[in-house]
């Protein structure tokens, strides 16, 4: 563990985007971030089919618009959820209180579980719909890869997102640490 890390001391220094782009927890965003983004793409580019008998277009997920709208919600909303963290990892070594880096961290927790957690939903939804639809629904096999894609990733954003909140508890643990460091010896020189 890299002493004083967290602490006021690093707080205001230059950015440095090579270490932010080292971090695992950067990197497990930059991958989440690439899983939504063909979660929703699969489905808006390919999830919903026409009929020659119908003149209305349908869910490839078992005709059940929910199925996609679930699908491209949770996408999207998770690739802007991605951004909006990114932006926090940039903007986290300014942070000089180690309150407010621990009220960061907090949410980085709980928003990460959250995820995952309806990561988890929507594997289950979309790869349940995909189970009992009908083979006659996608002629020659059109949305079909897009389909079982947009399952596979949804499958991967469990583990990223899950992996994501684990780092923050290993974070937060470390920010404890040095709360409670800098309580127990005010005076000494932090490296």
Wanted: aromatic fraction near 16%.
């Amino acid at each position: 563990m890299e002493g004083g890390a967290y602490g006021a001391g690093k707080a205001g220094g230059a950015f440095d985007p090579y270490t932010l782009v080292r971090q695992p927890h950067t990197i497990l965003r930059v991958v989440s971030w690439v899983f939504s983004i063909v979660v929703f793409g699969s489905i808006v580019n390919e999830g919903y089919l026409n009929s020659i008998s119908e003149s209305e277009e349908f869910c490839i997920y078992n005709r059940n618009p929910n199925a996609c709208g679930y699908g491209v919600t949770v996408g999207v909303l998770a690739f802007l959820t991605c951004l909006l963290y990114l932006a926090l990892d940039v903007y986290f070594p300014q942070i000089s209180s180690v309150k407010d880096r621990k009220k960061a961290v907090l949410s980085d927790i709980g928003v990460s579980a959250f995820w995952a957690f309806l990561w988890f939903v929507g594997f289950c939804y979309l790869a349940n719909q995909w189970q009992v639809s009908k083979t006659e629904d996608s002629l020659l096999s059109q949305g079909t890869d897009a389909a079982r894609a947009a399952i596979a990733f949804s499958f991967f954003s469990i583990f990223t997102w899950s992996l994501t909140a684990i780092l923050a508890v290993r974070r937060f643990k470390d920010l404890t640490f040095q709360e409670e460091y800098s309580t127990l010896f005010p005076t000494s020189a932090q490296p």
